[in-house]
């Protein structure tokens, strides 16, 4: 059976996007993002598995088009977010219209891959026999974000990650936010918090700091990786998950820990400088690298 590099799991979903001046019918998710970014990267064998709808399978035909392999689940709904700006960007009221089918172990008999990334949109996207199921064909990438998330009457509240301690176990590389680490450990130290998790079980922890860098934990050092300044802030929507498209890139190219956190933190600098996924090059983000200004994390 071929085995891919890297595998993205999750739900494509339909954004409606509100601001002041306008509304916008996008699509998105993690696995929308990651896969838009990561077939710039002509060297890595990836593949994409998603669960949507008859009614949006254009976007799946779009990512095909593009090169992208993807492979669909069929379900009832697709998962339709609306969010809501105010003038201040910062403050955004965000309501699940619709929810897609959860993923199953009964679908995965015939994937395998050397890293399967978990893209969760929602906390029960993945149920946990699926998680020790794939942990068993390659190592598991997570991003905390959509565990946080609980749908009740079409609002969305946030949560504790319910089953953490059972799932973490099978976990090898979890990114997390500052304040996704502090609901999960209850520590606002970054070196405390990375610490619990990793004696959760979990061998890569990626803690995201915005603007003021990341720093990355493996139980023997913690890296400091930089942040490099944009040249303008125009849209940070699908950031994490650019973030986790460059380290997950890197690490499944055989590059250590601070190398690929650096990639991923340059490529996450030059999304934010458009609207839309990832669409520079590996020479892009080098020089990025290279050129950019940096802060370095004060931890």
């Not at 190592?139 to 509240?157: F, K, M, P, T, W």
């Not at 090059?281 to 931890?299: C, G, L, S, Y």
């Amino acid at each position: 059976m071929h085995k891919h590099d890297l595998c993205c799991i999750g739900h494509i979903t339909l954004d409606k996007v509100v601001t002041p001046k306008s509304t916008v019918h996008m699509p998105g998710g993690t696995a929308f993002y990651f896969s838009h970014a990561i077939r710039h990267f002509e060297d890595i064998d990836y593949t994409l598995v998603t669960s949507l709808a008859q009614s949006e399978m254009a976007v799946v035909d779009d990512l095909r088009s593009q090169g992208v392999d993807v492979n669909v689940i069929p379900s009832r709904h697709s998962v339709y977010f609306e969010n809501i700006y105010g003038e201040n960007q910062n403050n955004r009221t965000q309501r699940v219209l619709a929810k897609a089918d959860p993923f199953t172990v009964s679908g995965f008999e015939d994937f395998e891959a050397n890293i399967f990334l978990l893209g969760a949109l929602l906390a029960d996207d993945f149920p946990l026999e699926l998680v020790e199921y794939l942990s068993q064909k390659g190592l598991i990438a997570i991003d905390s974000q959509g565990y946080l998330r609980e749908v009740r009457d079409q609002n969305v509240y946030p949560i504790d990650w319910k089953n953490k301690l059972e799932t973490l176990k099978y976990v090898h590389i979890l990114k997390v936010n500052d304040l996704e680490m502090e609901v999960l450990t209850g520590m606002t130290d970054i070196k405390q918090a990375s610490q619990q998790l990793y004696d959760w079980g979990v061998k890569e922890v990626l803690v995201t700091l915005g603007s003021l860098g990341s720093v990355i934990y493996d139980g023997k050092q913690y890296y400091k990786i930089p942040a490099y300044k944009p040249k303008e802030v125009v849209d940070a929507t699908g950031c994490g998950d650019t973030y986790v498209t460059g380290y997950l890139y890197k690490r499944a190219k055989g590059a250590g820990i601070e190398e690929a956190g650096k990639f991923a933190a340059a490529m996450a600098t030059i999304k934010i400088e458009g609207s839309g996924p990832f669409s520079g090059t590996k020479e892009d983000v080098e020089a990025r690298i290279n050129n950019a200004e940096k802060i370095i994390p004060q931890v």
